[in-house]
């Protein structure tokens, strides 16, 4: 019996252990890591196992992958996130020469305003002079600008006519006259007179115009709108070293440089210049005879469209009697009416400021006529004017004091 007892404990001890051990070996397993692979680009793979330690001291395999050849297909490979055994994530980006993929229209953002050209002007223009930048839209330097730089000294000269009553003239033909601005639109007013001549609009270095500055009498023209790209540029006026062969000289002057800045939903392209594909042979021209015909059409009166029309009227008391306009000369108060010819109806009137100046504005497509009734003074616009401005002047004799005015 005792021998029996001896041999059952015996057993138990042995199955106590063997259940012990087991236990011990499940719980070191699952406390095991699992390894971990980093892909880098490469075609062949060159295994390499490096020991780390860890918090448990259990060692990690890192395969580290080294490209064997250059493909022709140039590829990127990205990994976005860490490849393990149970998930790997790879992105390829390949450039494939030779293939062409079309590019694709892109639509503008909403609100842009798209033009072909910069809008024409309509004088007069605020003055930069008495505003600070960034201007948009318009705006006039005039000669006296302190943005405008004369190479040599140019005579100051005061006229009625000229954009804010004074320009600058030059009579050095190697002299010239610059400035530097930012918009996308320039435009030009000059003097044109008897001893004035050829003078070159320089943009960034480029001869964009020559113009002739000759006239029969002293004229405030203006040139056309340059469309430029947006950004800063620099204007120079300079003499082109010759003349009409009716000028006196080679004198330069300006008037005012007007420019446009656009705003910032607002893009001007210009249209694609065409020009004229030349024909390798002539295209003869095949023989007509006309043996009959319709009657031809006689022409018939249209009326004109009506137009927008600025009326630019001073009216001065020429005291000192240099058949000039000079400051505190302007005569106020004095009514101005712009009436139709045949009706004689009234469509626009306005009085004079303190310095004798008064400007009206009309749409009309009928005959028109500026009137001071007053001094029963009367001026035409020209039908040429139509749709722009005129500027009149009426300077009265020393005999009509201010006081008797009615």
């Known amino acids: ?188 007013r000059y003097v044109a007179a008897r001893n004035m001549g050829f003078f070159q609009v320089v943009v960034d270095g480029v001869v964009i115009d020559t113009l002739d500055a000759y006239a029969p009498e002293l004229v405030f023209p203006a040139t056309k709108v340059y469309t430029l790209e947006r950004g800063q540029h620099t204007l120079t006026l300079r003499s082109a070293q010759t003349r009409n ?22 893009l001007i392209i210009p249209p694609p210049a065409q020009t004229d594909t030349p024909t390798p042979y002539p295209i003869p021209v095949a023989g007509i005879e006309l043996v009959g015909a319709p009657p031809t059409v006689q022409p018939t009166t249209t009326p004109n469209p009506p137009s927008l029309i600025t009326v630019s009227v001073v009216i001065a008391y020429d005291e000192n009697g240099n058949r000039a306009v000079d400051p505190a000369e302007g005569v106020s108060g004095i009514p101005v009416r712009v009436v139709e010819v045949g009706t004689n109806r009234v469509i626009a009137q306005s009085f004079s400021d303190d310095s004798g100046f008064a400007r009206l504005q009309v749409v009309t497509g009928a005959q028109a006529r500026v009137v001071a009734p007053y001094f029963s003074k009367v001026w035409d616009i020209p039908n040429s004017r139509r749709g722009g401005n005129v500027r009149f002047t009426l300077l009265l004799t020393p005999g009509n004091q201010p006081g008797l005015i009615p």
């Open 245 to 266: 062969p009716l000028s006196e000289g080679y004198v330069l002057s300006l008037d005012a440089v007007q420019v446009f800045r656009g705003s910032a939903n607002m």
């Open 1 to 188: 019996m005792r021998r029996f007892l001896l041999v059952l404990t015996g057993l138990c001890l042995m199955t106590w252990g063997m259940v012990f051990y087991l236990g011990v070996e499940q719980h070191e397993q699952a406390r095991a890591p699992l390894p971990t692979l980093m892909i880098l680009p490469s075609l062949t793979l060159s295994d390499t196992p490096t020991r780390t330690s860890s918090a448990t001291d259990t060692p990690t395999a890192m395969a580290t992958i080294t490209p064997t050849y250059t493909p022709t297909a140039t590829a990127t490979f990205t990994p976005t996130l860490t490849p393990t055994l149970s998930r790997r994530v790879l992105n390829i980006h390949a450039v494939m020469p030779g293939v062409y993929v079309p590019p694709t229209a892109t639509d503008f953002p909403f609100g842009t305003i798209l033009l072909s050209t910069p809008p024409q002007p309509i004088e007069p223009l605020p003055d930069a002079t008495h505003q600070p930048p960034p201007y948009d839209g318009w705006v006039s330097f005039e000669s006296d600008n302190p943005a405008v730089q004369y190479s040599t000294p140019w005579e100051s000269r005061l006229n009625i006519d000229a954009s804010q009553g004074q320009y600058h003239r030059g009579e050095n033909p190697h002299s010239d006259v610059s400035m530097t601005f930012e918009g996308e639109g320039l435009r030009i």
